[in-house]
């Protein structure tokens, strides 16, 4: 909740309160690892979780990634769930000065946004705070060995939520595909002679979050 992270508290009750009786404290987890004064003080943290249980709003259920927390198939690990909370993020840019300046800028401009502000206001918080950098690749080949150094490294097991690419297109026209099949294969795990027009867009499922610009180059969005 202090990293710009939201709880969805849907399944809490059922774990902690029967009838509205906190009974976590019978729970054998509990006598064996807790004193008296921390399940005071999880009671009291969890009491102000569920009272803020409606402050979710759909702007954020659209725009924010999610994950359910447990064991089961497609749920994610709680050890890689305090991974994700408590690592930082880092968004893969071919020139990690001037693109992150620009990219900063845009949330900055865009914090009054009237539907979207709010987001922006996130990522700009999460930048402040140095949850959210960038990762200087050097050049548009060495995206994809930055993002393999990280997937194999820090980002094991929870990179499709922790690793960004952004970088330029390189378009002689907006209908030109021909340039980038290499990183393009590499984000949706394809070979690259199956390569689409169509694959030039970020899909849940790919390898990690990534986005092509629309334009030539950043600069070309600079009037």
């Known amino acids: 909740m202090d990293t710009n992270h939201y709880l969805?508290?849907?399944?809490?009750?059922?774990?902690?309160?029967?009838?509205?009786?906190?009974?976590?404290?019978?729970?054998?987890?509990?006598?064996?690892?807790?004193?008296?004064?921390?399940?005071?003080?999880?009671?009291?943290?969890?009491?102000?979780?569920?009272?803020?249980?409606?402050?979710i709003t759909q702007l954020q259920k659209t725009h924010l990634s999610s994950i359910k927390i447990g064991i089961e198939y497609n749920e994610t690990i709680p050890v890689n769930a305090v991974k994700i909370i408590d690592e930082r993020s880092k968004v893969i840019v071919?020139?990690?000065?001037?693109?992150?300046?620009?990219?900063?800028?845009?949330?900055?401009?865009?914090?009054?946004?009237?539907?979207?502000?709010?987001?922006?206001?996130?990522?700009?918080?999460?930048?402040?705070?140095?949850?959210?950098?960038?990762?200087n690749a050097g050049g548009l080949g060495e995206i994809t060995k930055r993002l393999n150094y990280w997937i194999a490294d820090r980002y094991k097991d929870v990179h499709e939520l922790k690793l960004m690419a952004v970088f330029d297109s390189d378009r002689t026209s907006s209908a030109?595909?021909?340039?980038?099949?290499?990183e393009v294969a590499f984000f949706k795990n394809k070979e690259?002679?199956?390569?689409?027009?169509?694959?030039?867009?970020?899909?849940?499922?790919?390898?990690?979050?990534?986005?092509?610009?629309?334009?030539?180059?950043?600069?070309?969005?600079?009037?």
């Open 8 to 55: 969805d508290t849907s399944d809490i009750g059922t774990i902690f309160f029967e009838d509205g009786k906190f009974i976590f404290k019978e729970n054998s987890i509990a006598k064996k690892f807790l004193s008296p004064h921390h399940i005071s003080n999880l009671e009291e943290l969890i009491d102000s979780i569920i009272s803020k249980s409606g402050y």
């Open 192 to 223: 690259k002679n199956t390569i689409l027009d169509s694959d030039y867009a970020y899909n849940v499922g790919d390898v990690v979050i990534w986005h092509i610009l629309y334009k030539k180059k950043l600069e070309n969005y600079l009037p």
């Open 94 to 135: 071919e020139n990690g000065i001037n693109d992150w300046k620009f990219i900063k800028g845009l949330c900055a401009k865009y914090e009054n946004h009237k539907i979207r502000g709010r987001i922006y206001q996130l990522i700009s918080s999460a930048i402040k705070k140095d949850k959210l950098e960038a990762d």
């Open 176 to 182: 030109d595909f021909s340039k980038h099949k290499d």
